[in-house]
Nanobody, 113 residues
Framework: QVQLVESGGGLVQPGGSLRLSCAAS????????MGWYRQTPGKERELVAL???????NYADSVKGRFTISRDNGRNTVHLQMNFLKPADTAVYYC???????WGQGTQVIVSS
């Protein structure tokens, strides 16, 4: 079973930056697609960014130009660099292993002055 461990959440002021990381382990064969989603209370989990096995990327319109998803070379560790953060980015962020459907435990991001 694929396990995902996230890190890097926290409290940041509007306009600031955070970097989230997610490492996949256990039963993973080769490079996998990975993604970041986020969820706020009362709302459905929504896609933030995807990085496929072939390193194609896809971003939610709300984060384009501000967030960047990347992978450590040859490893199933992905990062989400979040710049110019807004209060609307406040959420619990979850990592997902695309081919396995596994989820991480979530990491809280709070953007507030």
């Amino acid at each position: 079973q694929v396990q995902l461990v996230e890190s890097g959440g926290g409290l940041v002021q509007p306009g600031g930056s955070l970097r989230l990381s997610c490492a996949a382990s256990g039963g993973v064969f080769g490079i996998i697609g990975m993604g970041w989603y986020r969820q706020t209370p009362g709302k459905e989990r929504e896609l933030v960014a995807l990085l496929t096995r072939s390193d194609s990327t896809n971003y939610a319109d709300s984060v384009k130009g501000r967030f960047t998803i990347s992978r450590d070379n040859g490893r199933n560790t992905v990062h989400l660099q979040m710049n110019f953060l807004k209060p609307a980015d406040t959420a619990v962020y979850y990592c997902n292993a695309l081919e396995y459907g596994s989820w991480g435990q979530g990491t809280q991001v709070i953007v507030s002055s």
